[in-house]
């Protein structure tokens, strides 16, 4: 069934019109045929049984008187009356065979075949007091009449048909009725093949511009020049792919406005990081100079006059030597900050376990009278950017060795685990650690949780590293308890 | 008296009075020369402007030389320093406020020996003149001589 609709349009609408020609043809001439067979064969009977009758009037006055030979000559006449119509004669009169009431023939047409005074040899049809026919098919029929004579029966009338003729001129009918019905299904079918083209043959130019929609340039004037439904599909066609087109033209037309903005926006921006890069860089530059002089000469004042300060002068001038160079930690640490949020990120594979270890091998040069027990992982490994992963392991790691300072077995850790199909890195120090009720400021900006005196620090290296994780997408929070030690966990995209 | 010339391109006085007192801090009898701006420290080197008559036979054996200054730039003495045949082979040390990368690499890339930060420290100074194996012009000499 589904092979059917994978036909062609056309093909199916030819098909079926053909298969409906066909069946009501064929249904047509069956009834046809029919009809006029049983019309005619009504016709002929009549005829026969009328003839029959007659006959049967005709002989009684014979029978009745025995005039044999009047009823043999009488017999043979009407014999050679058969009905000729204009078509010849239907049927011929085979045989008349009159009979006496014990069913010896008295009388024929043909003694040579049913000689007197023999029972009759023929098939009787069943008698009875009305006349009969026994049709015995496509060649003869039989009919029997009773002879009356003064209201009684004398005898019986048998008359022999043969309706060759009447079979052939069917046969005939119908040869000449097949030829025409032959030549209906041939016209038919022409016509339908006709119809059918006329039908699906725009579908088929519906489909040939169908590539064209959207150049605005459809056109397909063999239908929407119609007034009909295929007009409609014409016209809504070529009003479509111009519409379309239009569309077509003004996306275009966004976008290319869209990545005008864009470009534009990104060269304002690319602008505005470039000065801000020379700003922050000219300022720092320019602030330094000063701090150098202020640290410097202080300095310089205590080598060079160390002989003629007393302590408290010497206090003086190393505190100002202090705030010179906590100045100093604080543009850098700014510095940073703005280049980790300005920075673009170039991300390569980063191994944070070699980083880590650089970094405090680095941080125990600096201060190589501190033993700290430090456990990093191997394989630590991240999709990420270098120069920023080290800033924010730097800050972190930098953090743990400055706040284990106090303690005697200082123990840094660096490491990472699963949870809930992510990795989570950490980073745990048994040193000063800090109070949870104050987390939430742990990664502003400025701020600390702790004095100058205690710990040293700008307190932005923590929001560095907050900025750091957030520019990979990932996270950071941290536990600590005071005294006990501090953790801080992050994840990365 | 065929003393060694050391010639200090500084433009911040903060910074050259505490280069000069770092470098003499340790005795060294070199002559600090010293030039305020890339236009003056290429005079000098040149005999020419303000320097004119200076014998130019007379170079210095080292130059310190910060990048920012005014008038002409650090990296444009350089390369002028470089592009002369009579500075070409002077060893240039250059100053840095900062470990800017891009200063450092362009400082080498044009020709400068070696780099120090500032503030300088002595150690930091004495390690630089070895590696241009100038140590020879740091020793103390003794005064008199």
């Known amino acids: ?493 | 008296m065929g003393s060694k010339v050391i010639l200090l391109v500084e433009d911040n006085p903060d910074d050259r009075i505490l280069t000069v007192r770092a470098l003499k801090q340790h005795n060294i009898a070199n002559v600090i020369d010293e030039v305020r701006d890339g236009q003056e420290a290429l005079d000098y080197l040149f005999g020419e402007g303000q320097y004119a008559g200076r014998d130019v036979a007379v170079q210095p054996q080292f130059v310190l030389l910060d990048l920012k200054l005014p008038r002409v730039d650090g990296l444009e003495v350089l390369q002028r320093m470089r592009a002369d045949p009579r500075t070409r082979r002077i060893p240039v040390v250059v100053l840095t406020s900062s470990s800017e990368q891009q200063d450092i690499v362009s400082s080498y890339d044009l020709g400068a020996n070696s780099y120090v930060r500032k503030p300088v420290d002595f150690n930091e100074f004495l390690d630089a003149a070895k590696q241009l194996g100038l140590y020879w012009l740091v020793l103390n000499e003794v005064p008199g001589e």
């Open chain 1, 1 to 493: 069934m589904k092979k059917w609709l994978h036909q062609s349009f056309f093909r199916q609408v030819s098909l079926l019109l053909l298969a409906f020609s066909v069946l009501s043809i064929s249904g047509y001439a069956y009834q046809n045929y029919n009809e006029l067979k049983n019309q005619w064969r009504s016709a002929i009977n009549i005829q026969i049984s009328h003839l029959t009758g007659l006959a049967a009037l005709m002989v009684a006055n014979d029978l009745r008187y025995e005039k044999y030979f009047d009823l043999w000559d009488k017999l043979r006449k009407i014999q050679n009356q058969t009905p000729k119509g204009e078509e010849g004669a239907l049927f011929l009169i085979a045989e008349i065979v009159v009979l006496d009431n014990s069913g010896n023939v008295v009388g024929s047409s043909d003694p040579v075949r049913h000689p007197l005074m023999r029972r009759y040899s023929g098939q009787l049809p069943q008698s009875s007091d009305e006349m009969q026919i026994a049709g015995d098919g496509t060649d003869s029929v039989r009919t029997i009449a009773p002879i009356l004579f003064g209201g009684e029966r004398i005898g019986s009338l048998v008359m022999a048909f043969d309706i060759t003729p009447f079979s052939s001129f069917l046969h005939q009918h119908l040869r000449d009725f097949a030829v025409y019905l032959i030549l209906m299904a041939v016209a038919t079918a022409l016509f339908g093949l006709a119809l059918a083209r006329w039908i699906t043959r725009p579908l088929g130019n519906v489909c040939a511009i169908l590539p064209m929609l959207g150049s605005g340039q459809a056109m397909i004037p063999s239908l929407s020049l119609r007034q009909d439904e295929y007009g409609l599909l014409g016209r809504a066609i070529e009003f479509a792919d111009r519409r379309l087109h239009e569309s077509d033209a003004q996306i275009r037309m966004h976008r290319d406005h869209l990545e005008e903005m864009v470009k534009q926006r990104t060269q304002a921006l690319e602008a505005a990081n470039r000065e801000l890069e020379a700003f922050s860089y000219s300022v720092s530059h320019d602030l330094r100079a000063p701090l150098r002089a202020i640290d410097g000469f202080s300095l310089a004042l205590v080598e060079d006059y160390g002989d003629k300060l007393d302590d408290a002068a010497k206090g003086y001038l190393q505190r100002v030597r202090g705030g010179a160079q906590k100045m100093g930690g604080l543009i850098d640490d700014m510095l940073q900050l703005s280049r980790v949020t300005r920075a673009e990120l170039h991300y390569a594979v980063v191994d944070l376990s070699a980083m880590a270890e650089q970094i405090v091998l680095g941080l125990g040069t600096q201060d190589p009278r501190r033993e700290v027990q430090v456990s990093i992982a191997p394989g630590l490994v991240v999709s990420g950017d270098a120069g920023l992963l080290g800033i924010m392991l730097q800050n972190l790691l930098g953090n743990t060795w400055k706040f284990t300072k106090g303690k005697r077995e200082a123990r840094i850790e660096f490491d990472s685990r699963m949870e809930h199909g992510e990795r989570i890195f950490f980073i745990r120090d048994n040193g000063a650690g800090f109070d949870m009720r104050y987390v939430s400021k742990l990664f502003g900006a400025f701020q600390r949780l702790h004095t100058e005196d205690e710990f040293p620090g700008t307190g932005i290296g923590l929001a560095t590293v907050q900025r750091i994780i957030n520019r990979h997408g990932g996270r950071v929070w941290a536990e600590g308890e005071v005294g006990v030690g501090a953790c801080f966990y992050f994840v990365l995209k």
